[in-house]
């Protein structure tokens, strides 16, 4: 970023807005630089040499610079629209207006819907051979490492889909465990750990008493 110090410099003794800088910069042939790099620089060096200048905050840029006109649909409220499958979640229904515009502007969008849905439907059926005929289908295109990942593990994922048996319970218990080990780490001892997991997970037994565990 520092080849562009001198013109950021220049620019904003000059008075131009940090919004036209952000966007000068950007289509200079030999910007390569990611925006949010350019967003952070531009607000460090009118902090660091204009004390009196209003500093660029790129976080609410997009609403800065469009008309109230023009309709603004962010990349995760699309890709929650493509990928929303259970019919009981309500879409963004401003996204559905325009999802078709899209769709047509940028076929990859349809594409990845096609291809979660495909696998979402494969999933959460309860053929398991047919694992294998999507990964066939996909494995040498865009989501191949997806692939190559699903295929060293494949006696599992076929299992998920053959078994209504899940673990999410035994999952959603150690991603709490986890936490809770997070919370008292170098703080305390195994002593102290096992007493802060049977605060977390016993309070509901009728027998727990918290002056006998303390």
């Known amino acids: 970023m520092n080849d562009w110090l001198n013109i ?32 952070k620089y531009i607000y460090l060096i009118g902090k660091n040499n204009f004390p009196a200048r209003a500093l660029f905050n790129g976080k609410y840029l997009m609403e800065w610079v469009t008309s109230p006109d023009v309709i603004v649909l ?10 929303t499958c259970n019919p009981k979640v309500k879409k963004d229904e401003k996204v559905g ?6 769709k047509e502007k940028y076929p990859v969008a349809g594409r990845v819907e096609s291809i979660f849905k495909e696998f979402h439907g494969t999933i959460m059926g309860a053929e398991p051979d047919k694992l294998e005929d999507f990964l066939k289908k996909y494995e040498y295109s865009e989501i191949k490492p997806f692939c190559n990942g699903i295929k060293k593990d494949i006696a599992p994922v076929k299992n998920a889909i053959s078994y209504s048996v899940s673990s999410g319970f035994v999952e959603g218990n150690n ?24 605060l977390a997970f016993l309070p509901k037994n009728k027998d727990f008493s918290l002056s006998t565990l303390i």
């Open 175 to 198: 991603n709490k465990f986890k936490l809770l080990k997070r919370i008292v780490y170098g703080r305390s001892g195994l002593v102290n750990l096992a007493k802060k997991c049977k």
């Open 8 to 39: 950021i410099f220049k620019m904003m003794d000059d008075g131009i807005s940090n919004e036209t800088i952000y966007f000068y910069i950007q289509r200079q042939p030999g910007f390569h630089e990611s925006k949010q790099k350019l967003g």
């Open 74 to 83: 962010k990349r995760t409220e699309i890709l929650k629209y493509l990928l």
């Open 97 to 102: 207006m325009y999802i078709d515009v899209v």
